[in-house]
Each structure stands twice: as structure tokens, then as C-alpha cells.
């Protein structure tokens, strides 16, 4: 066995107290992290003694211990025990099962100071924070969460996006206000689809936005950090002929298991690699032979507006050219190597087939977007957070434009967003 491999085995045997324990099975994956470095992580699942010579491939027997940890600096990243059963000797245990014993060891366990983490929730067995700055939220949510049973042996420990401590966070004073930002809330305005029970409405909204402190520029709330490594394409395509449509949906290969000979090797993450202008042509090629099939009449009517490399394949991202209130969404996902249409995502069948949406284009608009938006901006709320920028390499002071409320396109009825949602 791989010398390094060997030792971290042992040493995640020995901290999380896993004598009566054999390891089951294990295995070497990578990630991106949101500051787009390239991380291996060993998965091992112990299973207990009791359960000797364990062959379900499909199930972990009850108690079993899955851990994760950095192959590289060791960190814990989380371990958890199946169905809140643990069967270590001398491991992790919290005597008289007290918060304060809690956050000592997540202090320990982490590195980090507990005072950069504000405590959101809290049982009687079972702590979650968020790691905050001055009391300002960052994004993404950096989280900690652990769990113990009625004897205080830890079940369940969880650490997200905990790993960017080199990071620089600008403090600075929050000056945004709401007033400043009308322009720019007007511009956020958006008809869309609520979802209701019964049918769907057509409604008017403020997207999320986040608004740097600088005033300089602008967040999607949904922010993609995918998108510093999209190629922005925004080319139309357009055929002359269909094609009989021969498309069969494949499955998509997994293929984040690695060898311990690249992850010694700290091999590039495939997903970082650029993506050439011979790739792009190949990629619009096979993307135009797909439409030609399942899209046979939409000619010039589709637009490739990124493409990208994403779970170990290419990500083609299109929009449809349309006037209607709504417009369709696809997502192609083809093979890296030969660059074969494998799968793809409709944004309409989710409309259609999830939302039982069918009629989103044949709702009337009576109200108009300046009547909507005289309404909505009573309900707009600003907070300020911290986002961090990949680019940059540092976190940034923004300020959180949300709206509690929609606005019927159709009566102008004020609609509470806390009961559904706006698709748009």
C-alpha cells in the first residue's frame, strides 16, 4: 500500500478511535474549491467488527464510519456515523455534553476560532454555525455542524468551505442604502411564473442581487463560480436540414476516483484545463447536430452562450431567442474526449413535467412593470454580506437587494414570497 495512504489510514484509525473497526472500502477523489484550487480527498468507510466480511455494495451496515480527509494536509473535512450509531473505543466524547466542551474540540479539530462563527442553531445534541465576519454573513456559507448521542460520543461532524484561510476579507464600513439603489432595483425588476396548487401565476419580481459596496458592480444572488472558468461563446446556430432523431440519453461518466499516484502527483483537475478554439468548433458541431434532431424547426432561434468544463465533462449552456414572457433554457452535456451529446436539460420540461406548467405564455399582462415596481420596492430589504471573489482572491463587502413580495401581472395582487417561488 501506498506509503502516504497507509499513514493517513492509521491516523484516522487512532484519532476517531476505530479499534473496532475494519476498513471497508476507500477511496481517492477531487474537488475545486471556490477559490478554484484543486483538493484530494480520501473517503474511508470502516465498518464495524460485528459486521465481518461486509459485501453490500448498495448499503453501509448500521454504525458504520465514513470519513473524509485532505490527502495532502490532513484535515478532517467530516465523519459520520451511520444512523447515529458509534462503536469507538477511546474517540471523540463530550463528558457532560455541554456546548462549551463541543466548541473547544471543534476549535481544536478546525484550527479556527469559534469567535469567527456565529451559532444559528442549536438542540439538545446537535451545534451549527456559520462563520460570520463583525457579524456579516460571507458566501458561499461556510459552515460547522457536529452531533453526539445520549452519552456523548460524537456521530456526526461536518466542516463546508472551511478551507480558504488564506483568503482576505475587506473590512470595510457597509454605505449602501436602499434609496441609492432604485435605478438599479427598477432594472432587477422580472415577470416570471408562481407556482401555485392549482395552477401558476404570472408575476411580476426583483431578482436577487448583490450590489458591491464600491457601487462599482453587480452579483447575481445565485452566484456561479463556475463562471470564471465559462468561455463565453454567444453564437447563434443555424441548419439548412433536420435530422431523424436517432438521440438516445447516456449516462454520465463518474469519473472523480483517482489513483494514489495522482493524487501524490497533485495532478491538474481536469475541469481547470482551457478550452481551445478547435475544442469550441468541435463542441458546436455536435451541438448543432443535436438541435437539427430534437429542435428540427428552431433554426437561428437558439443561442450557445457558454461552454465549460464541469464534473469531468463539457457543459454547453443555450438560450432560446424569444419575445415570450418566458424562454426555454437548455443544458447539453457532452463527452470531454469525443465531445458526443451524452445528456441534456430542458428548462421547459421542468415547467412542464414537474410544475405541471403548460400554459406560461398564455397568461395576459395587465399590469404594467412601472405599476409592479412601485409596489415591490416598499418590500425591499438590504443586508450586507461578504462574497467571495475567485478572481480576486479576497472577500468583498456587498450589499443583498431581496424583495419579500411578487406582484400578480394579471390583478396586481401582492403575493407573499415565503409561499412559493418565481421562475423566470
Same mark, same amino acid.
Given at each position: 500500500?501506498?506509503?502516504?495512504?497507509?499513514?493517513?489510514?492509521? @491516523?484516522?484509525?487512532?484519532?476517531?478511535?476505530?479499534?473496532? @473497526?475494519?476498513?471497508?472500502?476507500?477511496?481517492?477523489?477531487?474537488?475545486?474549491?471556490?477559490?478554484?484550487?484543486?483538493?484530494?480527498?480520501? *473517503?474511508?468507510?470502516?465498518?464495524? =467488527?460485528?459486521?465481518?466480511?461486509? #459485501? *453490500?455494495?448498495?448499503?453501509?451496515?448500521?454504525?458504520?464510519?465514513?470519513?473524509?480527509?485532505?490527502?495532502?494536509?490532513?484535515?478532517?473535512?467530516?465523519?459520520?456515523?451511520?444512523?447515529?450509531?458509534?462503536?469507538?473505543?477511546?474517540?471523540?466524547?463530550?463528558?457532560?455534553?455541554? =456546548?462549551?466542551?463541543?466548541?473547544?474540540?471543534?476549535?481544536?479539530?478546525?484550527?479556527?476560532? %469559534?469567535? /469567527?462563527?456565529?451559532?444559528?442553531?442549536?438542540?439538545?445534541?446537535?451545534?451549527?454555525?456559520?462563520?460570520?465576519? !463583525?457579524?456579516?454573513?460571507?458566501?458561499?456559507?461556510?459552515?460547522?455542524?457536529?452531533?453526539?448521542?445520549?452519552?456523548?460520543?460524537?456521530?456526526?461532524?461536518?466542516?463546508?468551505?472551511?478551507?480558504?484561510?488564506?483568503?482576505?476579507?475587506?473590512?470595510?464600513?457597509?454605505?449602501?442604502?436602499?434609496?441609492?439603489?432604485?435605478?438599479?432595483?427598477?432594472?432587477?425588476?422580472?415577470?416570471?411564473?408562481?407556482?401555485?396548487?392549482?395552477?401558476?401565476?404570472?408575476?411580476?419580481?426583483?431578482? /436577487?442581487?448583490?450590489?458591491?459596496?464600491?457601487?462599482?458592480?453587480?452579483?447575481?444572488?445565485?452566484?456561479?463560480?463556475?463562471?470564471?472558468?465559462? !468561455?463565453?461563446?454567444?453564437? #447563434?446556430?443555424?441548419?439548412?436540414?433536420?435530422?431523424?432523431?436517432?438521440?438516445?440519453?447516456?449516462?454520465?461518466?463518474?469519473?472523480?476516483?483517482?489513483?494514489?499516484?495522482?493524487?501524490?502527483?497533485?495532478?491538474?483537475?481536469?475541469?481547470? %484545463?482551457?478550452?481551445?478554439?478547435?475544442?469550441?468548433?468541435?463542441?458546436?458541431?455536435?451541438?448543432? =447536430?443535436?438541435?437539427?434532431?430534437?429542435?428540427?424547426?428552431?433554426?437561428?432561434?437558439?443561442?450557445? #452562450?457558454?461552454?465549460?468544463? $464541469?464534473?469531468?465533462?463539457?457543459?454547453?449552456?443555450?438560450?432560446?431567442?424569444?419575445?415570450?414572457?418566458?424562454?426555454?433554457? %437548455?443544458?447539453?452535456?457532452?463527452?470531454?474526449?469525443?465531445?458526443?451529446?451524452?445528456?441534456?436539460?430542458?428548462?421547459? $420540461?421542468?415547467?412542464? *413535467?414537474?410544475?405541471?406548467?403548460?400554459?406560461?405564455?398564455?397568461?395576459?399582462?395587465?399590469?404594467?412593470?412601472?405599476?409592479?415596481?412601485?409596489?415591490?420596492?416598499?418590500?425591499?430589504?438590504?443586508?450586507?454580506?461578504?462574497?467571495?471573489?475567485?478572481?480576486?482572491?479576497?472577500?468583498?463587502?456587498?450589499? !443583498?437587494?431581496?424583495?419579500?413580495?411578487?406582484?400578480?401581472?394579471?390583478?396586481?395582487?401582492?403575493?407573499?414570497?415565503?409561499?412559493?417561488?418565481?421562475?423566470?
Amino acid at each position: 500500500m501506498d506509503k502516504r495512504l497507509s499513514e493517513l489510514i492509521d @491516523y484516522t484509525k487512532e484519532t476517531w478511535g476505530l479499534a473496532p @473497526y475494519y476498513l471497508g472500502r476507500h477511496q481517492i477523489y477531487r474537488k475545486l474549491t471556490v477559490d478554484l484550487q484543486n483538493i484530494y480527498i480520501l *473517503n474511508m468507510e470502516w465498518f464495524p =467488527s460485528t459486521y465481518a466480511n461486509w #459485501t *453490500n455494495e448498495e448499503e453501509n451496515p448500521e454504525g458504520t464510519a465514513s470519513i473524509d480527509i485532505d490527502f495532502h494536509s490532513k484535515e478532517f473535512l467530516s465523519a459520520i456515523f451511520v444512523e447515529g450509531k458509534t462503536y469507538a473505543e477511546n474517540g471523540i466524547v463530550f463528558p457532560n455534553k455541554e =456546548s462549551i466542551e463541543v466548541q473547544q474540540w471543534l476549535a481544536y479539530i478546525t484550527g479556527y476560532k %469559534l469567535e /469567527e462563527f456565529a451559532l444559528k442553531r442549536q438542540e439538545s445534541n446537535y451545534l451549527y454555525y456559520e462563520r460570520e465576519v !463583525n457579524g456579516i454573513p460571507i458566501s458561499p456559507i461556510s459552515y460547522l455542524e457536529v452531533e453526539w448521542d445520549e452519552q456523548g460520543r460524537l456521530t456526526s461532524f461536518t466542516k463546508e468551505n472551511v478551507n480558504d484561510e488564506n483568503a482576505i476579507i475587506i473590512e470595510e464600513t457597509f454605505s449602501l442604502s436602499v434609496l441609492e439603489l432604485e435605478e438599479l432595483m427598477r432594472e432587477q425588476v422580472k415577470l416570471g411564473v408562481f407556482p401555485t396548487e392549482d395552477d401558476s401565476r404570472l408575476v411580476y419580481g426583483i431578482g /436577487e442581487v448583490l450590489v458591491r459596496n464600491d457601487k462599482k458592480s453587480t452579483i447575481p444572488f445565485y452566484f456561479d463560480y463556475d463562471l470564471y472558468r465559462k !468561455n463565453k461563446v454567444n453564437q #447563434t446556430i443555424v441548419w439548412t436540414d433536420s435530422k431523424k432523431d436517432t438521440f438516445t440519453r447516456k449516462s454520465i461518466p463518474d469519473n472523480k476516483e483517482v489513483t494514489t499516484e495522482q493524487a501524490n502527483a497533485k495532478e491538474p483537475h481536469p475541469d481547470t %484545463l482551457p478550452i481551445g478554439k478547435e475544442e469550441i468548433e468541435h463542441c458546436l458541431k455536435e451541438v448543432t =447536430s443535436f438541435l437539427q434532431m430534437k429542435f428540427p424547426h428552431d433554426s437561428g432561434k437558439w443561442v450557445v #452562450t457558454y461552454i465549460y468544463r $464541469d464534473r469531468f465533462s463539457l457543459h454547453v449552456e443555450l438560450e432560446e431567442k424569444s419575445e415570450r414572457y418566458l424562454h426555454n433554457k %437548455l443544458l447539453l452535456i457532452l463527452d470531454h474526449q469525443t465531445k458526443e451529446v451524452l445528456n441534456y436539460m430542458e428548462k421547459g $420540461d421542468l415547467w412542464r *413535467n414537474i410544475l405541471k406548467i403548460d400554459n406560461w405564455n398564455a397568461k395576459e399582462v395587465k399590469i404594467s412593470k412601472t405599476e409592479a415596481f412601485q409596489e415591490l420596492k416598499k418590500h425591499v430589504a438590504l443586508t450586507p454580506i461578504f462574497v467571495y471573489s475567485p478572481l480576486e482572491k479576497k472577500y468583498v463587502l456587498c450589499g !443583498n437587494v431581496h424583495c419579500s413580495v411578487y406582484i400578480d401581472a394579471e390583478n396586481g395582487q401582492v403575493l407573499d414570497s415565503e409561499d412559493a417561488f418565481m421562475i423566470y
